[in-house]
Every structure is written in C-alpha cells, then in structure tokens.
C-alpha cells in the first residue's frame, strides 16, 4: 500500500475535518502517498482528487463541515458509476480509500472493496446511528448544541408558562432525541424506536399542571413526526397552545467539541493504520473506549439499536 486517498459522504458532521486531518498526516507518517478526494463519491467519480501534503490540513481541527465537502451521488448507486470512480482510482495509482460517512457511505465504501479497492469506513454522523461503534463523529457536538438550544427555550418557556415542542434531526434514529431530552430535562420525548404515546405526554402536562408547574417541554425526532404535527395530536387531547421550535440544520454546524476532536483524531489514524497493514472492508469504531473494527457486512447487517434504559430513565425523571 503506497497511495490512499480520504473522502467525506453523506450528511457532514463535526469532526470530519479532525479525521480528515488524522488520516492524512498518519499516512504521511508512514511514508504513504494521501489524496483527498472532494465532494465525496460525486468528486471520485468525475476525477476531483488531489495529492495531499501536511499544511492541506492545517488549521482545520477546530472547523465544522468538511473542507472536502460532500455530497449524495445517485451515479455512485449503479455499477456504471462505480466503474468510472474505479477508473479514476487507478488512473492515480490509489490502492486504498478511507471513506468518512454514515451508513449510506458505508454501503458505497462496500461496492468500492467488492470493486478490489482496500477500504475502510470511519463513522461520522451526527444520528449516531451506526452499529459496531458507541460513538460516530459529531454526535457530542450536535448534542450539545442541541441542549444549549433547550436550555434557551426553557428559559422562555418558564417565563411565559408555555409547553414547548423542539424537533431534533434523526430520520431513522432517536439517539439526539433521547440524549437531549435526557441532558435537557424534557418531560416526554418520542423516538422512531418507541411507538409513540400521545396520551402518556397529555397525562404528564396534565399531572404538571396539577403540582403547579406550567411549562414543559416535549422532544420530537424529525423521523417520528413534525413538531407542528405532535401539536396537532396533543389539541385532539386538550386545550393547549405550544410553542414550536424546529433546530434544523444548525444542529449539524458549529466547531467540534474536545471529544469529537479526539475521537476522530483515534478513529482517523486507526483507518489508516489498518490500510498500511493491509486490512480492508472495515468500518472502526469506539466500543468501552478501545478502538474496534468490524467488517461491512456485519456493521450494515445489524439494526441501530437506542439504549432502553437511557430511554425508561428519561421519563422516570421526568414526571
Ligand atoms: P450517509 O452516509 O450520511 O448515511 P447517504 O445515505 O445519503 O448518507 O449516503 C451517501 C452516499 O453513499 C449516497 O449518496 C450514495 O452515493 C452512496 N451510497 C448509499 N447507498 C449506496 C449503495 N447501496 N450502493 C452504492 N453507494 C451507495
Ligand atoms: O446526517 C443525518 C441527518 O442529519 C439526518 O438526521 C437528517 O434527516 C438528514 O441528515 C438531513 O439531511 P439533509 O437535509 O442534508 O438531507
């Protein structure tokens, strides 16, 4: 293994910067050849790959986004357009790709190791979604930006005793949701993963009110429902006008916290420490803090799973 390249996919999160940055100066540390290759599998596939040296990734460790950029390429799903990102590979002698996304890249950086092509997924994702890791690259920063959020709707929400309803990011996974509530205080939160109750969160404003409190806050993933539409179900229940907030795409910005710094920097020199040893089709992870590698396959075959616990805690907590 003499050239490998890194790419960015997928939904960016914070931190990919930081592992960008890791894999290029280990590679350069083992007397490896780096490319970065811009906008992700749409940029492999139309040649947009540059050979890297250590100031290409100066002073983007404390950086949100991705300076590779990314992107969601469909030409990338079809075999045609794995060829031609082959080609491009080959045409610059690049023997190993580091693929940094979510489970969609993963499924790409698959098609690229059956296409003989060494390589390995590092997690980031601020959905923290994917099996075979505790931890993927951005959640700790989403998280917190998320429960400053809170803590400042909160504030407004007790001053005017008002229920507020906050919608999260999380199309297929409630981790954000259930951590943030959890961290933020929030009387009911509701994840894919749990059928929603509409009766248990009229009951516990109902008993709130009772005890004399007069705000509350409810926490919705995007997945699950819209917040306008969590409203519109609790009205069917009771007369209650909340107050809708939607986080959006803030919650995917703003500079890596320490955490996902270092764990980015972990994960991103393992990848490349797993290449120049000649392993391929993994995706690294994080498990009790020791740095871990799973195959693809048993990383896509598993379902996400959210801790049940965590969630049962939340609403012990909250009544
Ligand atoms: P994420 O990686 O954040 O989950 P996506 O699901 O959008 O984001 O996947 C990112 C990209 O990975 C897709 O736009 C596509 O180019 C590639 N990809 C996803 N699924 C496949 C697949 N089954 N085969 C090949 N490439 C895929
Ligand atoms: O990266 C994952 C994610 O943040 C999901 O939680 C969300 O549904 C999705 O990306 C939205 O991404 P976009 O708006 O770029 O399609």
């Keep these: 293994m003499k050239k490998i390249a890194v790419l960015t996919s997928g939904g960016d999160s914070p931190g990919m910067n930081a592992a960008v940055r890791a894999v290029v100066r280990k590679g350069l540390y083992l007397g490896l050849e780096v490319f970065g290759i811009y ?8 040649g947009e790959i540059k050979k890297f ?4 990734v100066g002073d983007i ?6 300076m590779l950029h990314s992107s969601r390429s469909e030409e990338f799903k079809t075999e045609v357009g794995q060829l031609k990102a082959i080609d491009q590979l080959k045409t610059h002698g690049i023997e190993g790709v580091v693929v940094i996304g979510g489970d969609g890249s993963y499924r790409g950086a698959q098609k690229l190791t059956e296409h003989g092509i060494a390589t390995i997924g590092i997690p980031g994702t601020i959905d923290n979604d994917i099996p075979g ?6 959640f700790d920063t989403a998280l917190n930006t998320i429960v400053d959020a809170i803590d400042k709707i909160r504030d407004t929400a ?3 005793e008002k229920t507020s309803v906050i919608e999260v990011m999380g199309r297929d996974a409630g981790d954000l949701a259930l951590w943030s509530g959890l961290a ?3 009387e009911s939160i509701i994840i894919p993963e749990v059928p929603i109750d509409i009766d248990g969160i009229v009951e516990r404003i109902q008993k709130g009110t009772e005890r004399g409190k007069k705000h509350s806050i409810i926490i919705v993933a995007e997945g699950v429902a819209s917040a306008e539409e969590v409203v519109e179900q609790i009205q069917t229940k009771m007369n209650l006008e909340p107050r809708v907030t939607t986080l959006g795409h803030l919650q995917r910005g703003g500079k ?5 710094r270092v764990l980015a920097s972990r994960l991103g020199a393992y990848a490349v420490e797993l290449l120049s040893g000649n392993q391929a089709g993994l995706a690294v992870g994080i498990e009790q803090n020791k740095l871990v590698h799973h195959s693809f396959d048993e990383v896509l075959g598993k379902p996400h799973q959210i801790n049940r616990n965590m969630f ?5 907590l909250s009544i």
């Design 39 to 46: 906008r992700g599998y749409t940029g492999l596939i139309n």
């Design 53 to 56: 040296d250590l100031g290409s």
């Design 61 to 66: 460790i404390h950086r949100g986004g991705t």
């Design 133 to 138: 890791t505790d931890y993927t690259i951005g």
């Design 158 to 160: 007790m001053s005017h």
């Design 184 to 186: 933020g205080g929030a």
């Design 256 to 260: 890596p916290t320490g955490f996902d």
């Design 312 to 316: 049962e805690l939340a609403r012990q």
